[in-house]
């Protein structure tokens, strides 16, 4: 069987999508794109090989040759495309965050209960990322004792166009909120987030740095750094009672030239995170034949946002938040 795919947003992670699936994914192809700018979508769907170009994402969605939606539009609009998706019965990946406010990642979540199975699976890569198996791997296998503090960087070379105060913690932050406790196997229950003086009269301030603690009492700290300029770098460090799991970059050749000798970084997420994203789409299309979805769910979508939200909270009054993710239904 063949899984045909409509792409919703053709933007920089709708045209990735759309290509990786075209490219990359067994099983599946891509029959239409969406987009309100109609040269973008004819860009993505002449690259994917799709017959359909539409300018309007819940017409996609109803459209009869597609069976399953991919949403890579704007934050704002995930929600209620997935929503539409959830009541045309038709699968659905949708990007990270689900949505930026948890009232509608809860209202997704109720109307896939109405539904009575499982529809979404929320766009959190990192976890088809082979380095972070790995990690969790080591993590699950007791060598290395009880976690006790988790550090965590998170960089971009300069932050992506569209970027809107908040998105640090609504959308990059909640990439770690997911990661840690999908790793730890925990949930987070309190979040602080502090700015350094020189970026604190900024109107985006940056960069931030997030103080976790979960149930089990774990501290994790994260650093969201949107303009670091030298690359895209993401490191995870877990420091266990009997030893510490590192997840660096994982490391092309160093270059040695002329007086230095230096090692080359991705410009963004999408060559990081590309064997991820590539997995994670072959992952929805097989859930799809089997019916045993995988991934991240509405409720991991409605956590991470809680977790955003208590951080936007903290980062404007400089307390400390509770965070009340509570029990999965
Ligand atoms: C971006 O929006 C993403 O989704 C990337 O995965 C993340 O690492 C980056 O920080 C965000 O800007």
Redesign the pocket.
Known sequence: MTVRIGVIGAGV?GLDHARTIARSVAGARVVAVADADPPRARRAAEESGASHCLTDGFTLILHPEVDAVLVASPDETHAPYTRAAIEAGKPVLC??PLAPDAASCRAVAQAERQRGRRFVQIGF?RRFDPFYRDLKTALSADALGDPLLVHAA?R?AS??SF?QAG?AVS??AV?EFDIMRWLLDDEITSIAVQVPQAASQQAVPDPLLILLRTARGTLIDVE?F?NAGYG?D?RTEAVCRGGTAVLARPTPPTLHRTGSAGAAYPS??RGR?ADAYRLQAQAWVDAIGSGQPVGADAWDGLAATLVAEAGLKALATGAAMPVEIGVRP
């Open positions: 992670m990007e990270k890569m998170h971009n932050a992506p970027w998105m959308n990059a990439h969201i949107m895209y993401i963004d997420w995170f």
